[in-house]
Every structure is written in structure tokens, then in C-alpha cells.
Antibody, heavy 122, light 110 residues
Framework: EVQLVQSGPELKKPGESLKISCKGS????????IGWVRQMPGKGLESMGI????????KYSPSFQGHVTISVDKSTYTAYLQWSTLEASDTAMYFC???????????????WGQGTLVSVSS | QSVLTQPPSVSAAPGQKVTISCSGS????????VSWYQQLPGTAPKLLIY???NRPSGIPNRFSGSKSGTSATLAITGLQTGDEADYYC???????????FGTGTKVTVL
């Protein structure tokens, strides 16, 4: 069974750095795009970017380009979402999700992690 | 801000039907496939529909999707109290080279 297990909740201060993780199961991990999705408190889903573990090709949504870094370690079946300088506005739930094995023009996320709550406050 | 627009809320009595619209443009829905997600309170989203109108295994046929031009629609028939949730459309935007989600619609069962 496919599972995406995310790292635990984080409480950070503005200006600090952070890297959260999403660990997949099985060696087919490298053949599926993995996306990151933000959900701010009481708000909707926002696509942040997507990465292909096979060759680390990454596509960022314009709103997030330059603010976060998406990476992957295919040897450990783990995708990462990283901030170098957190802001209070980064407070949100972050989900990773696996895309179905189809071209991106048919993008659909069929498996989701449980979410990682990131709280940024002084 | 989302490039896909949905109504904020829809409601109906148990057993009735609701439809949720998702309006996009020629760079996203107009040329790519649409998926739909259900998010129950406090949980991760769940895929309901992919490729405009296909259901993953285990999703009841009360849920159906369609697409016409730059808009898509999710229909829920035989509404149940367990269907109370937020629903989101999603697709790929070729101009942005990124995935996009709709603004989300809250379904209330009266």
C-alpha cells in the first residue's frame, strides 16, 4: 500500500530556517511526481511546486518560486520542503501528495501525506 | 490567489443533488484534464475524480465529473450527511507550468 508519511509539527520563530519531510514507500517512489500543497488556516489549497524524484526536475508555482526549495533524496524515498528564512505568513498546514503516473497535463494527486503543521511566531 | 473559481458554498437536503462549478481559462481547464478532491474537516484531501470524469476505486458513483470548454462541474447525487466537506477542483496550468487548485466550495447538507 502506498503511504506518504510526513514529519511532525514545527514551532519556529521568524527568521529561522526549516526543512520538513515526506517519506514514501517502495522503490516506485522515483517514478511519480511529488507535489507540495499549502493550506493556510481556514483557507483553501495552494499548489507550491512539484518534483520528479527520478531526475529531481522541479517546477515551482510562481507565488512560491524563490521563497521555498523543494528537493528529494530518492535513495531514502523522501521529498523535502525547505525555507531559509521563515515569516509569520508561512504559518500553515503543508501536505505532500503523489501524482498519478500520467503526463502533468493530467495532473491528479492520488495519495496524500497526513500534513505537517508549521507555526511561525515570535 | 487561485486561477480557478468555484462558488464558496452550496447546500441541499439529504438525498438531493448538488453541482459545483469550476471556472478556468484556455491555459488550464481549456486544454488539460481536471481532478476533484474532497476534504473532510481536519483531514488531508482525497481524490474523487481524475481525467475530468473518472472515479478512483472505492469512490461511489454518486460522484461524477464533467468538463466543457474552460469550465468543469462536479455533481453529487443522493446527498448524505457524510458528504459535508470542502471540495476543490484542480488541473495543470500550461502557461504557469504549475498545478493549480480552485478556490474551494463548502457543501452543507441541510
Amino acid at each position: 500500500e502506498v503511504q506518504l508519511v510526513q514529519s511532525g509539527p514545527e514551532l519556529k520563530k521568524p527568521g529561522e530556517s526549516l526543512k520538513i519531510s515526506c517519506k514514501g514507500s517502495g522503490d516506485s517512489f522515483s517514478t511519480y511526481w511529488i507535489g507540495w500543497v499549502r493550506q493556510m488556516p481556514g483557507k483553501g489549497l495552494e499548489s507550491m511546486g512539484i518534483i520528479y524524484p527520478g531526475d529531481s526536475e522541479t517546477k515551482y508555482s510562481p507565488s512560491f518560486q524563490g521563497h521555498v526549495t523543494i528537493s528529494v533524496d530518492k535513495s531514502t524515498y523522501t521529498a523535502y520542503l525547505q525555507w531559509s528564512t521563515l515569516e509569520a505568513s508561512d504559518t500553515a498546514m503543508y501536505f505532500c501528495a503523489r501524482a498519478k503516473l500520467v503526463p502533468l497535463t493530467k495532473l491528479a494527486f492520488d495519495y496524500w501525506g497526513q500534513g505537517t503543521l508549521v507555526s511561525v511566531s515570535s | 490567489q487561485s486561477v480557478l473559481t468555484q462558488p464558496p458554498s452550496v447546500s441541499a437536503a439529504p438525498g438531493q443533488k448538488v453541482t459545483i462549478s469550476c471556472s478556468g481559462s484556455s491555459s488550464n481547464i481549456g486544454i488539460n484534464f481536471v481532478s476533484w478532491y474532497q476534504q473532510l474537516p481536519g483531514t488531508a484531501p482525497k481524490l474523487l475524480i481524475y481525467d475530468n470524469n473518472n472515479r478512483p476505486s472505492g469512490i461511489p458513483n454518486r460522484f461524477s465529473g464533467s468538463k466543457s470548454g474552460t469550465s468543469a462541474t462536479l455533481a453529487i447525487t443522493g446527498l448524505q450527511t457524510g458528504d459535508e466537506a470542502d471540495y476543490y477542483c484542480g488541473t495543470w496550468d500550461t502557461s504557469l507550468s504549475a498545478g493549480v487548485f480552485g478556490t474551494g466550495t463548502k457543501v452543507t447538507v441541510l
